[in-house]
């Protein structure tokens, strides 16, 4: 399983952005997905969560209202979009995968998550 992160780019604060994750190999449709972002001296945080049939979804409370999740398991993709970006949201962010026996099943910590992206860069001016 390989996933490839990309969308990220220089937006200014109020801005949009959206990330995409694409996944080959495996059966997507099986896969919970998970977005995560780290900044320089921090530790990487869970931003959002998706589970494999994509009606369950978890967003931190910072990103809460400004950002959202989706799925396409036909395109074996998952997008983070961003709106109402802030200085703050600047940061690498990750996507990350692992197969789930349950529909409903949200994965929140970086240690359940079994694949991840090579991370893309999300930098938002003042």
């Known amino acids: 399983v390989q996933l490839q992160a990309s969308g990220g780019g220089l937006a200014q604060a109020g801005g949009s952005l959206r990330l995409s994750c694409a996944q080959s190999g495996g059966a997507f449709r099986r896969y919970a997905v998970g977005w995560f972002r780290q900044s320089p001296g921090k530790e990487r945080e869970l931003v959002a969560a998706?589970?494999?049939?994509?009606?369950?979804?978890h967003y931190a409370e910072s990103v809460k209202g400004r950002f959202t999740i989706s799925r396409a398991n036909s395109q074996n993709t998952v997008w983070l979009q961003m709106s109402g970006l802030k200085p703050e949201d600047t940061a690498v962010y990750y996507c990350?995968?692992?197969?789930?026996?349950?529909?409903?099943?949200?994965?929140?910590?970086?240690?359940?998550?079994?694949?991840w992206g090579q991370g893309t860069l999300v930098t938002v001016s003042s």
């Open positions: 998706i589970s494999r049939t994509g009606e369950k979804k």
């Open positions: 990350a995968s692992k197969a789930s026996n349950a529909d409903y099943y949200l994965l929140f910590s970086s240690h359940e998550y079994a694949f």
